[in-house]
């Protein structure tokens, strides 16, 4: 009879003893309630909440580029300078508000001291303060439209009163990496043209599609795992910030977002990723899973060592499914009740191998 069970292809014969010193362990196999994540295909992408597309309030000529691609700035920091006939013209307006302001300001004082020496009525007083409110009203407006293209009115009469021409900035709002730039020296541009893309890219998103069936396992906060294949080895974490409120017709997908940290720059926008989503609700699962250490891998096969006897393994081919942490869901191959080694598996292959080749 051992002969025969040593001639068995697949089965290996070794004593409790020794598979107690050898390490071997072993467990009965069972259908259990498994909180099973799932995966998605995903695409890396800019956080749209930092990121900015800057172009110039006015239209006029770019004179001067300071940025280019790939740059770092700081908000507020100047991309490139426009020369506008624009700027002329709301100059113009301004001194022509100060001047108006200026001579309602002394018809004030005037009306004021006539009036005190009862030489004008009381009404004329009131209409000059009148005046000189609506003229303080068009100065403020002249100043205002000086902040809307970007210049501080007390450093542009500075550069004016030095002879100089001045220029109108094209500042970034936002800190980042210039990651467009879409504008030449000597171009004539305007509002409606985006002349750069700045970024900031230490946090990203990752945009998933996920099927209908999946909807109801995703909540705003879930934990995910994102890999990418330029990094194997590595996973980076993130949650989920965003879930839309719509089905895409013709994908039956649903968006869903999770903004992840990228300080160490290894992310980059355009990357395809898989995302695991560690979802706990709605998604238990009745199935059998084994540990990773009892799965054995023979090309593209994988088996493990199913006990038929105390002191007998044979072994058996078996399918699997998805990974569940260090555990792998079995889909055939595999009852409810049998015993498995779910340690030392590799000492049972090693005596596998060497009873094959004392039997050749």
Do not use: C
Request: glycine share 8%; charged share 30%; proline share 3%.
């Amino acid at each position: 009879a051992g002969e025969h069970e040593k001639d068995e292809p697949g089965a290996v014969t070794l004593s409790p003893e020794k598979q107690k010193s050898s390490g071997i362990e072993v467990r009965q196999v069972a259908l259990e309630d498994t909180a099973v994540p799932f995966s998605a295909t995903a695409v890396i992408e800019m956080n749209m909440d930092k990121a900015a597309k800057v172009s110039s309030r006015v239209t006029g000529k770019a004179v001067k580029i300071i940025a280019s691609q790939g740059d770092r700035v700081k908000a507020g920091q100047p991309l490139a300078y426009i020369d506008s006939v624009e700027l002329d013209q709301i100059w113009a307006d301004y001194l022509k508000a100060q001047g108006k302001v200026e001579l309602a300001r002394k018809n004030l004082q005037r009306e004021e001291t006539l009036f005190e020496k009862k030489i004008s009525p009381e009404k004329d007083v009131l209409k000059a303060r009148q005046e000189l409110g609506e003229a303080e009203v068009d100065l403020n407006l002249a100043k205002e439209r000086f902040r809307l293209i970007g210049i501080n009115v007390s450093q542009f009469e500075s550069t004016k009163s030095n002879g100089n021409h001045p220029l109108i900035p094209v500042t970034s709002p936002v800190g980042g990496v210039v990651i467009e730039k879409a504008v030449t020296q000597g171009e004539m541009v305007n509002s409606e043209k985006a002349l750069f893309t700045v970024a900031d890219l230490s946090t990203l998103w990752v945009v998933i599609d996920v099927y209908e069936k999946d909807i109801s396992r995703l909540r705003v906060g879930t934990g995910v795992k994102v890999s990418v294949t330029t990094f194997p080895d590595k996973v980076f974490k993130g949650n989920i910030s965003y879930v839309a409120d719509v089905v895409d017709e013709k994908t039956r997908t649903e968006k869903a977002r999770v903004t992840i940290d990228n300080s160490s720059s290894l992310l980059k926008p355009g990357m395809f990723a898989t995302v695991l989503v560690e979802s706990k609700g709605g998604g238990v699962e009745r199935l059998i899973a084994v540990p990773e250490a009892a799965v054995l891998i023979d090309g593209v096969k994988r088996y493990v060592f199913v006990q038929v006897s105390p002191d007998k393994f044979m072994r058996r081919d078996i399918e699997v499914g998805r990974t569940l942490g260090k555990r792998l869901e079995v889909t055939s191959g595999l009852k409810e009740g049998e015993t498995i080694a779910v340690k030392g598996a590799f000492i049972l292959k090693s005596e596998l191998k060497k009873e094959s080749l004392e039997a050749e």
